[in-house]
């Protein structure tokens, strides 16, 4: 076992719980964090429990006396585009408020090293395909507007205060656990890959696809989407990196890839073998209609190998869990 704990904040969520497995695999000690709002206890498998919400500083203070903290890994945000143009408040309260919290609270306990889950969305509309990170950053939602004033706070405490962190900006995550321990489930669901499997498997009339008229060949949006233990895996390479002195950064997450999402249904109706209805529809607010990241500087730094670098490899264990989930 390595010395000092992992907090993981959100680890009873999708990524959170995949980031635990993967440090727990490691030898990592880990305490899960979490308030259980989107979050699922039975998700957390490995390492300590620690029922604590982000907005109770008491909490906070609790866990970091009850535990010898080394490092905090922060997954617990609200990540859906539309809610955020429709609720932006609940998005700056959770998402940048409560993280505050968290930063105050490591600082009273001079917990230096942090680990930021971002978003390919900070970038809003690409001037330029694959984004790196030095692309300009405009973000055209509240959810990626609440990732950026928190990278820029990051950046300044960085600078006065030593923290070490850095900034993981994810493209869009999808897939779960090859194992099938853990995988994707929130409630409401919102995310694309595990609508349209709903789809599929019946428990949804159809997936809507959310505009056809966009500047791409076939008109609907474009992403790159990651397999979630690859990003998983990202996650412990960036803390490593901090360990060893690695200086704070930014780093894209994403396979640099684009599919469109007609292109995602095609290949979920290959995948599953199942009829999918679809129906076009209107366009969601602050959706981009192109994001596709490159993560070389990923790889070059961290030394990160993404292993489900197919789209149909990362909808095969989706579909597998969603199986699992609906028997
Ligand atoms: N999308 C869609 N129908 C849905 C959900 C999503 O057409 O029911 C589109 C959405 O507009 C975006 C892409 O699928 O272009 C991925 O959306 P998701 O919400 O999964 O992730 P985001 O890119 O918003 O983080």
Redesign the pocket.
Known sequence: MKKGVILIVGGAGYIGSHANKALSKKGYKTVVFDNLSRGHKEFVKWGKFFKGDLANKKQLEACFKKYPIKAVMHFSAF????ESVEEPAKYYINNVANTLNLLEVMRAHNVKHFIFSS?G?IYGEPVKIPINEKHPQNPINPYGRTKKVIEDILEDYSNAYGLKYTALRYF?VAGCDPDYEIGEMHNPE????P?ILDAAIGKRKN?????TDDKTPDG????DYIHVSDLADAHIKALEYLFKGGKSDCFNLGNGKGFS?KE?IEMAKKITGRKIRVIETK??AG?PAV?IGTSAKAKKILGWKPQFNRLSSILETAWNWHIKMCK
């Not at 990540?79 to 539309?82: I, S, T």
């Not at 609907?220 to 992403?223: G, L, M, N, T, Y």
């Open positions: 990540a859906y585009v539309g978003t969305a869009n919102m995310h694309l890959i609508l997936i809507k696809i959310f505009g609907s949006c474009i992403r999402v995602v366009r969601r959706d994001l």
